[in-house]
């Protein structure tokens, strides 16, 4: 088993405490809220802290389809979320699991610098396609902006 492994930086205006709030806490009520696509997150093993495993399922291409979500680490404190994608619809055929480590900062004018490690674990020699990866990485990133989104949308929500 190979792994391959990427970073991203990305920057918010929204304040850390709120931003992980929204991606970590609140983030199984939002998602559904903000993309078509998603259509439940349901907890198929744990409570909600490290161990968890969620079923999320979505639509796409007019069929049902699903991801097993793994939450890995949950740090508060510091704005720190690891989880895995163990199953489904989000693993490539040439990937075993693949695993997120994100983290949050405090970053200029009260908003937040977001930091993302992401390591592919391949299955023997195979590797993800390039085209794998960036529809990975547009998925990603449109999750993020679409929480942000909401977030700067309702500016009562803490």
């Not at 998602?31 to 093993?45: G, L, R, W, Y």
């Not at 983290?103 to 195979?126: C, H, M, P, R, W």
Request: charged residues 25%; aromatic residues 8%.
């Amino acid at each position: 088993m190979g792994v391959l492994t990427f970073t991203d930086e990305t920057t918010s205006v929204v304040a850390p405490a709120r931003l992980f709030k929204a991606l970590v806490t609140d983030v199984d009520t939002i998602v559904p809220k903000v993309i078509d696509a998603f259509k439940s997150v349901e907890i198929v093993e744990g409570n909600g802290g490290a161990g968890t495993v969620k079923k999320i399922t979505i639509v796409e291409d007019g069929e049902t389809k699903f991801v097993l979500h793994k939450i890995d680490a949950i740090d508060e404190v510091n704005w720190g979320y690891n989880y895995s994608i163990a199953g489904g619809v989000g693993l490539p055929d040439s990937v075993e699991k693949i695993s997120f480590e994100s983290k949050l900062d405090a970053g200029s004018n009260g908003g937040s610098i977001a930091k993302l490690t992401v390591n592919f674990y391949t299955k023997g020699d195979a590797k993800p396609t390039e085209e794998e990866l960036k529809v990975g990485k547009a998925k990603g990133d449109g999750l993020f902006k679409a929480i942000e989104g909401y977030v700067l949308a309702n500016p009562d929500y803490n």
